[in-house]
C-alpha cells in the first residue's frame, strides 16, 4: 500500500486554540480518506478527498488536499475537549494504508 | 441497527494455541477487512476479502488465516504461528465500487493478550 507520514505524532492543544495535522506521501496520491479514532474505541470516517486542491469542511473541521495530491491537512479551529483522539489519514488504492496517526490531547 | 459486531471484547490466548475472532456484518458489504493495532502505531492490515469465497493477503499476513463462506462473515485465526499476537484487532467493511475505496465501517474491537 501506499505509505504516508503523518505530522505530529502528538498534539497537545489549549482549548479554543486551533491545530493543524499533516499527512505527506512521497507519491501522488488516488484519494485520501480521514478517520478519527476516539480512546478506546473504533475508527470512524470522517471524510473522503479525490480532487487537486480539495478543500472540504465539517464545522470546524477544514480538510485539504493539495494541489500534487501528495499531501492532506486537517485544520480544527477552536479547539474542544470532544476532539480528543486520534486522526488518521488513509490513501486508497485498491486497499487502506493509515498512516500511523496524531494523537491529541486537549487541556481545559 | 445495522453494523458489524465483533467478539468477544477481550481474548487471552494461552501459548501454543490458536484462537478466533469473529466478525460479523448485517450492512451488506461485499468487503471485509481485518487491521491489527498496537499502541503507537496506525492500523495494519492482516487480510481483506472483497468477495465471499476471495480473500487476499494484507500487508502482515504471516500467522493468521481467515475465510469468508458467508458475505456477512469474515472470521480471524490468530495461529500459534504468530509470536506476537497480544494487539486490539479490528474488523471492518465497506462497499465495493468506483475508482477508489469506499468508507470503511469498523467494529468496536477485540483485544487479544497472551496468557
Known amino acids: 500500500g501506499q505509505q504516508v507520514m503523518q505530522i505530529p505524532q502528538y498534539q497537545h492543544v489549549q482549548e479554543g486554540e486551533d491545530f493543524t495535522t499533516y499527512c505527506n506521501s512521497s507519491?501522488?496520491?488516488?484519494?485520501i480518506q480521514w478517520y478519527k479514532q476516539r480512546p478506546g474505541g473504533h475508527p470512524v470516517f470522517l471524510i473522503q478527498?479525490?480532487?487537486?486542491?480539495e478543500v472540504k469542511k465539517q464545522k470546524r473541521l477544514t480538510f485539504q488536499f493539495g494541489e500534487a495530491k501528495k499531501n492532506s491537512s486537517l485544520h480544527i479551529t477552536a479547539t474542544q475537549t470532544t476532539d480528543v483522539g486520534t486522526y488518521f489519514c488513509?490513501?486508497?488504492?485498491?486497499?487502506?494504508?493509515f498512516g500511523a496517526g496524531t494523537t491529541v490531547t486537549v487541556r481545559a | 441497527d445495522g453494523g458489524i459486531t465483533q467478539s468477544p471484547k477481550y481474548l487471552f490466548r494461552k501459548e501454543g494455541q490458536n484462537v478466533t475472532l469473529s466478525c460479523e456484518q448485517n450492512?451488506?458489504?461485499?468487503?471485509m477487512y481485518w487491521y491489527r493495532q498496537d499502541p503507537g502505531q496506525g492500523l495494519r492490515l492482516i487480510y481483506y476479502?472483497?468477495?465471499?469465497?476471495?480473500?487476499q493477503k494484507g500487508d502482515i499476513a504471516e500467522g493468521y488465516s481467515v475465510s469468508r463462506e458467508k458475505k456477512e462473515s469474515f472470521p480471524l485465526t490468530v495461529t500459534s504461528a504468530q509470536k506476537n499476537p497480544t494487539a486490539f484487532y479490528l474488523c471492518?467493511?465497506?462497499?465495493?465500487?468506483?475508482?477508489?475505496?469506499?468508507?470503511?465501517?469498523f467494529g468496536d474491537g477485540t483485544r487479544l493478550s497472551i496468557l
Open positions: 507519491t501522488t496520491l488516488s484519494n
Open positions: 478527498l479525490v480532487k487537486s486542491g
Open positions: 471492518a467493511s465497506s462497499t465495493v465500487g468506483g475508482n477508489s475505496n469506499q468508507p470503511q465501517h
Open positions: 476479502s472483497q468477495i465471499v469465497n476471495d480473500f
Open positions: 488513509a490513501p486508497s488504492d485498491y486497499k487502506l494504508s
Open positions: 450492512l451488506n458489504h461485499d468487503a
